[in-house]
């Protein structure tokens, strides 16, 4: 292989632009010092022991978490449906239905969480948590259809005829035959629902009744200069149960490829 | 020829519409039961709609389908007497060799050890004994090909459709799953019906053949008279090289035809074969008698 020395360079730059940010996450987390800069002052555990006292904080954990279990269920069950359709049936209309489906994708979430918020406002329906799930699963179905639709796609066909063949319904075929096939499908779906609901801001903003939500809560604190490391504290366990995820979804990725034989096409890692 | 077998599938005039495009355009004929049936023609031909359809995987749009006197109009894939080995072979990757194999018995009455002796049976029937506990992805083509078969025969079926399950397979494993098939065809007796476009193939391994072109079947006969005496120029086109000479009827009585010069049987549209030419059309059929003699086959 050729070495380009000035392409090494920016991809190693290019890659601390990217990443550097997130180090000085745990470095801030542990420095025993309110304002956030350097030099650093000595090691200390305060702020993790401020971030766990925050009885705020864990609510708005808390509810985040319920929020985007919710969304990443709903969104994928949503996408297993309309991927489903999509892939293997022809309907009247199927191409705007789909278009309208992956509209979400390129809309600015700015209209979307406007518009919902003057529609459920003028209804007269009361803002709470379970209209942030509402419209975050707007938001997300797009992506699990999008990552759906490629598992379904590479589903053979003949599979399940060979299955409603050897005697199984519809719905038996379905359960022993193409979920199992899709599963790595349904769980990289859920994860990537799973965490664009968690971090999602506008409109858990927007749609929020004031109960404390996450991505809305730390944004508020980030006013308050002395609540900021504990923030960063907050970050740093957010950044290790990000790679933990990252870690189980990519092990039984592998699994699922290992099972059934396949080259393994490249994941997330 | 053996005496006359029973009928084991009657079509009825069958149409089959996708949109606009026609199909199936009233295909009309009978398959006897234990008989190895191939149907023949070129891809497009329809040759495998007609197989779905006799699977239950396609509706038919006029006409009737009768499998072994029962109209199959309103009977569901999954109850038909039939049973599928797919081009794709469609073994199950999620599950090993004997999980596949026994698929078909989940629904069926039987202890677990009563299954599990069917598909050590099945297993030994297509020469996998002890293949049981592999993985299904780890297997090569010509042993998924064998998995295919062993799970479509498990149930018995009356009718086994093989859907050109020998076009992956390389030249050798292709003819020597040919005679495989022929052997297995024999031991359970099964009617089968295989899809191929593959002439040498279809020539080699069947009681009959049903050539079909465009939706239509063509001829259908068994491979002898479909060699000598084909009912269209098409058909004698398609089933070997043969050499067409023109030439003008001077007269005919009853079978004999006088064409300008020599004589020769008569052939529907006055396209004249070579009676015993060198053509490799020739060496095709003989295949069939070498390939069984050897195998002590006939």
């Known amino acids: 292989m050729k070495k380009a020395p000035a392409l090494q360079a920016f991809a190693l730059f290019y890659l601390l632009f990217l990443y550097g940010p997130i180090l000085l996450l745990p470095i801030f987390a542990f420095n025993d010092s309110k304002v956030v800069a350097f030099p650093l002052q000595g090691l200390t555990l305060a702020w993790f022991r401020e971030m766990l006292a925050d009885q705020n904080l864990r609510q708005a954990a808390w509810n985040s978490l319920i929020i985007a279990l919710s969304v990443a269920s709903l969104s994928t069950v949503l996408g297993v449906f309309a991927a489903r359709a999509s892939v293997r049936y022809r309907f009247p209309g199927k191409a705007p239905i789909m278009g309208m489906i992956m509209l979400p994708l390129v809309l600015p979430e700015m209209i979307v969480a406007m518009a919902l918020l003057v529609v459920l406002l003028s209804v007269g329906i009361p803002l709470s948590l379970f209209t942030v799930i509402a419209g975050q699963v707007l938001i997300c179905t797009p992506f699990a259809v999008a990552i759906l639709t490629s598992a379904f796609q590479s589903l053979d066909r003949s599979l399940e005829e060979a299955a409603m063949d050897l005697g199984e319904t519809q719905v038996s075929t379905f359960r022993l035959i193409v979920l199992p096939l899709v599963m790595p499908g349904i769980m990289s779906s859920f994860l990537i629902c799973f965490t664009i609901s968690f971090d999602e801001y506008i409109i858990a903003q927007f749609l929020g009744s004031g109960e404390p939500i996450l991505s809305v809560y730390i944004f508020a604190q980030f006013k308050f200069p002395g609540k900021v490391p504990a923030m960063l504290a907050l970050g740093t366990c957010l950044v290790l149960f990000s790679i933990i995820l990252l870690g189980v979804a990519e092990y039984f990725r592998r699994r699922g490829i290992a099972r059934v034989g396949g080259t393994n096409s490249g994941g997330i890692l | ?298």
Not at chain 2, 218 to 234: C, V
Not at chain 2, 238 to 247: K, L, R
């Open chain 2, 1 to 298: 020829m053996t005496a006359e077998k029973p009928t084991m599938i009657e079509f009825k005039d069958v149409h089959k519409y996708y949109g606009d495009y026609h199909a199936l355009r009233g295909i009309t004929g009978t398959i006897k039961a234990g008989e190895f049936f191939s149907l023949l023609g070129p891809s497009g031909c329809g040759k495998t709609t007609l197989l779905r359809t006799i699977a239950g995987f396609e509706g038919i749009d006029q006409g009737v389908i009768m499998i072994d006197g029962k109209n199959m109009a309103n009977v569901a894939a999954n109850v038909r007497p039939t049973n599928m080995v797919f081009q794709s072979y469609a073994i199950f990757p999620h599950m090993s060799v004997g999980e596949n194999v026994g698929f078909g018995l989940r629904k069926e009455p039987g202890t677990r050890e009563d299954k599990a002796k069917a598909v050590a049976e099945a297993l030994e029937m297509v020469g996998l004994k002890g293949y049981g506990l592999r993985a299904a992805h780890a297997l090569s083509g010509g042993q998924r090909q064998r998995v295919a078969l062993a799970r479509a025969l498990i149930l018995k079926p009356k009718v086994l459709l093989l859907d050109e399950p020998l076009s992956a397979l390389d030249k050798k494993m292709r003819e020597h799953m040919q005679v495989e098939l022929i052997k297995l065809q024999r031991q359970v007796g099964i009617t089968f019906i295989l899809v191929t476009h593959d002439q040498e193939e279809a020539l080699v391994m069947s009681d009959r053949i049903a050539v079909m072109f465009d939706g239509e079947i063509a001829q259908l006969a068994d491979p002898e008279t479909l060699y000598r005496r084909p009912a269209t120029r098409k058909v004698a086109d398609f089933i070997g090289t043969m050499n067409f000479i023109p030439a003008t009827i001077v007269s005919e009585i009853g079978d004999e035809v006088k064409p300008g010069g020599g004589s020769a049987p008569r052939n529907a549209d006055a396209a004249l074969r070579r009676p015993e030419g060198p053509g490799a059309g020739n060496r095709r059929h003989h295949r069939r008698g070498d390939l069984l003699r050897r195998h002590d086959l006939l």
